[in-house]
């Protein structure tokens, strides 16, 4: 969608449109000739920022609405600028957000949320605790992808700032996943909406938060939003905020040129640009690059089958040749070395050739010449990637195909834009497929949305009873310890099992001028979005 379409009908938005649109050429000069300085120097931190730009390597994420962004986390992220949750997380940890507090209610397997009295909606109405009901309502009817909405009960207002919400059963992640993600909606617009994805008119972008949407073009991957001055927690430091699509490659030389304030970039221009004064910020391992495995189609419904793909892959070659060193090789259990709720316990496969070897001559495949066989045909693979010069991609690819052929595996590799890709694997059209997901850093609960959810990310495995079982057991486990005990038991199944195999953990890096204090949010963005580009950042 372009909204140049349908600026006629958006009436009270016509200035803004119109300095968005020119802002957009602007943007559009910038990526492409590199005439136009979007950073000036650098203003002392009590003023306000005129306008900060975000470079963005994709760039389109979907119209930032709740229902209708992209499904990955930089499109949550376009949209948390222009909705709040009930609570919210910084650097540090939870902080509050449309909620002053909150409180667990044990004997009732409640939460409590006490409301601000000060927030308004961007189109002036006030906020109150009917909002928060008819979003928990909502979700209900129109499941949100982002929200298990089972596992909430009822909401009910105590008074007009006081909301309690009853849970379906014990349910350990709340916090993290439901008010630290679900955005609140305003009653009096979305109450007739019936088709939340279509819904992408001026009124959809009604939120409470720091930012208004001005103006998106699809085309271009261009967003640009306007402070909204009524914030509840004041005005935003900054006015505009602008997100352009500019290469990852092309990244360092828009910093460079006062193009942008802030871009992720290459690890080998690290160096580079903190020698010219920008600051660096080195994310954890919460995103893991994966290999998805079709496990309801022969012969990769065998485990075995499956386990020898594991042995057979060289996680440490990918991550020493494809990252240069700057990731980690993946577990099979999924959660990376250095979290917190990671099990030492976990089988690793350490890359073994003969091991993978045997585990396939074992199912009856017979190597003649440089593959197996069996029943007279070559033992052969389509293996996804995405092109271009994205990570996960043809150069992982390619590596894997080697690995695999080696041991006797053909891989076709299949070249594909990302979003072609993800629609394969959801339709369950393909072999293998080089993917990836963040949100590791988050709440452990995000085992749960990788192996059984229903997503395109998830490995959507519920063959293994007992793996089913912990996974939901966990979440209802509230004593920290028991929870990480069958944390480690489901990294174990899990590894046996391997519906799906993280081939690495990238070390991710972004630069910035310091215009603003950019940082990586405590266990991630909502539900664990490893992206520094916290809303609160450009507030205070």
């Not at 409301?115 to 308004?120: A, Q, S």
């Not at 105590?158 to 350990?172: N, R």
């Not at 271009?220 to 509840?232: H, N, P, R, V, W």
Request: aromatic share 12%.
């Amino acid at each position: 969608m372009y909204w140049g379409f349908c600026r006629s009908r958006w009436k009270g938005f016509g200035r803004l449109l119109a300095l968005g649109t020119v802002l957009s050429l602007l943007v559009f000069a910038v990526a492409g000739c590199g005439a136009e300085k979007a950073s000036q120097e650098a203003a002392p931190s009590s003023e306000r920022i005129a306008v900060y730009t975000v470079a963005d390597s994709t760039g389109d994420w979907g119209f930032p609405s709740p229902y209708a962004h992209y499904s990955r986390g930089p499109g949550y992220v376009r949209m948390s600028f222009i909705f709040d949750t009930l609570v919210w997380k910084d650097d540090k940890g939870y902080v509050s957000a449309l909620a002053e507090s909150w409180e667990y209610l044990k004997d009732e397997n409640a939460y409590i949320f006490k409301l601000r009295k000060d927030v308004t909606w961007h189109d002036g109405e006030k906020f109150t605790a009917r909002d928060v009901v008819f979003t928990f309502n909502y979700i209900k009817e129109h499941p949100y992808q982002w929200v298990d909405s089972s596992v909430v009960e009822k909401a009910e207002a105590v008074d007009d700032y006081t909301v309690k919400v009853y849970l379906s059963k014990p349910y350990a992640p709340f916090v993290d996943n439901v008010a630290c993600t679900l955005p609140i909606l305003p009653e009096h617009v979305w109450k007739d909406v019936q088709n939340p994805e279509q819904f992408q008119e001026e009124k959809a972008l009604i939120g409470t938060g720091p930012f208004k949407l001005v103006d998106y073009n699809k085309a271009q991957g261009t967003y640009l939003y306007e402070a909204y001055d009524d914030y509840y927690l004041g005005k935003p430091k900054v006015k505009q905020l602008k997100f352009v699509k500019v290469s990852e490659e092309m990244a360092a030389s828009a910093l460079k040129q006062k193009q942008v304030n802030a871009a992720s970039i290459p690890p080998e221009l690290v160096d580079e640009m903190k020698k010219e004064g920008f600051t660096i910020l080195e994310g954890a391992h919460d995103w893991n690059a994966k290999l998805m495995i079709n496990h309801k189609k022969p012969p990769l419904n065998d485990k075995r089958f499956r386990q020898a793909l594991a042995y057979a892959i060289d996680r440490e070659q990918i991550v020493s040749t494809c990252l240069r060193g700057h990731g980690l090789a993946g577990s099979p259990g999924l959660l990376p070395p250095d979290n917190p709720w990671f099990s030492p316990e976990t089988e690793q496969y350490p890359y073994n050739p003969a091991k993978a070897q045997e585990l396939l001559e074992s199912l009856g495949y017979v190597k003649k010449g440089s593959y197996y066989q069996k029943d007279g045909k070559v033992l052969e693979l389509e293996l996804l990637v995405a092109g271009g010069a994205g990570s996960p991609g043809e150069r992982e690819g390619e590596m894997i195909k080697q690995q695999l052929e080696k041991v006797g595996i053909k891989v076709n590799l299949r070249s594909l834009d990302s979003k072609t890709l993800d629609s394969l694997v959801n339709e369950w059209k393909f072999d293998l497929a080089l993917s990836g997901h963040g949100g590791l850093g988050g709440d452990p609960d995000t085992l749960s949305r990788s192996i059984i959810g229903q997503g395109f990310n998830s490995a959507r495995y519920t063959s293994n009873e007992t793996l089913v079982s912990l996974l939901k057991k966990q979440q209802q486990e509230m004593n920290k310890e028991e929870r990480k005990k069958l944390i480690a038991e489901i990294q174990k199944v899990y590894a046996e099992e391997v519906p799906a195999l993280t081939v690495y953990y990238p070390t991710w890096y972004w630069a910035h001028d310091g215009k603003v204090e950019l940082f990586y949010t405590w266990q991630g963005i909502a539900v664990g979005v490893p992206i520094p580009l916290n809303k609160l950042a450009f507030v205070k």
